[in-house]
């Protein structure tokens, strides 16, 4: 157990739909991070939050965003859900961020469906 | 369910034998590598880390090699076991701002 808590677990939508992910870190760890993993690509950073503030953006489309709360906890929304976005998405913690943030912890992911 | 999907790179060995995943990364300026290991389903787990200040580190039954010059990172596992088989993915971690880089992933799968 990495002590990254991810719900849901699993999620089946419509195209056009939104949805919201949530993550909660490890306790201690400032820093929060999405990742997406399609069948065909590997991890795919979305974007990176510390203690509230956004850090570091990947490639993360328009139709989606993030935000990190005072308890730090995060939410991915992912809006106008197309057939393409159905993929696992990955919440991650570290301590620290940048070129020093250290190890990674994962959680289990959502896996997203999008019919 | 799967974890990642088709097109990676695969390695089958035979259980007990030694597993050698290699993996090439792409920036100078990185001083930090990890190796994760996914099983079907689960999320990526920490298995060995690297400093650029080292060669190679060993840890329990594995062994992490780093090639500056090559910008080349492998990953050993010694007398694979059936419970190894997953996917083993390289990270490095760049430069400024940019959180761990992940490379494609290799899907080992130990043959009973």
């Known amino acids: 157990d990495s002590g990254v808590t991810q719900t849901p677990k699993h999620l089946i939508t419509a195209t056009g739909q939104r949805v919201t992910l949530r993550c909660s870190p490890r306790?201690?760890?400032?820093?929060v991070y999405w990742y997406q993993q399609s069948l065909d690509q590997g991890l795919q950073f979305l974007i990176h939050y510390y203690n509230g503030e956004e850090r570091a953006k990947g490639n993360i489309l328009e139709r989606f965003s993030a935000q990190q709360f005072p308890d730090l906890h995060s939410e991915l929304n992912l809006s106008s859900l197309e057939l393409g976005d159905s993929a696992l998405y990955f919440c991650?913690?570290?301590?620290?961020?940048?070129?020093?943030?250290?190890?990674?912890?994962f959680g289990e992911g959502s896996r997203l469906t999008v019919l | 369910g799967e974890s990642v999907g088709l097109h990676l790179p695969t390695l089958s060995v035979q259980e007990g034998d030694n597993s050698i995943i290699n993996c090439a990364y792409s920036n100078s300026a990185s001083d930090y590598f990890i190796w994760y290991k996914q099983e079907s389903g689960k999320g990526p787990q920490f298995i060995i880390d690297?400093?650029?200040?080292?060669d190679k580190r060993q840890g329990q039954r594995v062994t992490v090699l780093l090639n500056k010059t090559v910008k080349h990172l492998s990953l050993q596992i010694a007398a694979t076991q059936p419970g190894d088989s997953a996917v083993y993915f390289c990270?490095?971690?760049?430069?400024?701002?940019?959180?761990?880089?992940f490379g494609k992933g290799t899907r080992l799968s130990v043959i009973a």
């Open positions: 306790s201690g760890d400032l820093s």
């Open positions: 990270a490095e971690n760049g430069s400024g701002n940019t959180p761990l880089v």
């Open positions: 690297i400093r650029s200040n080292m």
């Open positions: 991650a913690s570290s301590v620290g961020w940048g070129h020093d943030a250290g190890e990674l912890f």
